[in-house]
């Protein structure tokens, strides 16, 4: 074989396992939506499960205080982290605006959005791709068909994800750990 063959079949391979590896990557959600996957049940890129301190660093809030629900003690993410607290509630400060978070023991279980400026919408889609003040029509075709008009409620077995419409529009989300 001469170098210019080996060279041609190396190429081939190469480009084999690129295309190889482009088709087995999924590049986001499936088609539909899948009530057991966490990650459904989230906004900004995070979501339910997610530890306190992955979430703090994809979100980068402008400004975050966290406070224990029963004791009102103050919390910092890095003893959160940890696994501290029970019951802390975070109020988050993205920009102009808030974004409510409940963490147990470092690890976010409600998700809570609403009160977005519409220049902002976009900032803040939800794994599926729906962002504040979607239309109710686009929310079915990204979530199908769920229980309720103006709450518009999705089950998993361990999440529940909240949609309120006014308007036919998405005006506030809610996703929440069993």
Not at 95 to 101: A, C
Not at 120 to 141: I, P
Not at 144 to 164: C, D, M
């Amino acid at each position: 074989m001469t170098k210019r063959s080996i060279f041609a079949i190396l190429a081939w391979l190469a480009l084999f396992a690129f295309m190889l590896a482009a088709c087995s990557a999924q590049s986001g959600p499936s088609d539909a939506f899948d009530p057991e996957n966490q990650q459904e049940y989230g906004v900004g890129g995070i979501y339910l499960g997610q530890n306190i301190k992955e979430a703090m660093d994809i979100i980068k809030p402008t400004k975050a205080d966290f406070m224990d629900m029963v004791t009102r003690e103050s919390y910092t993410v890095e003893r959160m982290a940890k696994g501290e607290g029970e019951a802390v509630m975070g109020m988050l400060l993205l920009d102009r605006t808030q974004l409510l978070v409940k963490v147990r023991k470092g690890e976010l279980i409600s998700i809570m959005l609403s009160g977005v400026a519409k220049e902002d919408a976009a900032r803040f889609k939800t794994f599926r791709g729906l962002a504040m003040y979607d239309s109710g029509e686009q929310l079915k075709k990204l979530y199908g068909e769920g229980s309720g008009e103006k709450e518009v409620v999705y089950e998993g077995s361990k999440y529940t994800a909240n949609f309120g419409l006014e308007n036919n529009q998405v005006v506030w989300f809610r996703f929440d750990s069993k």
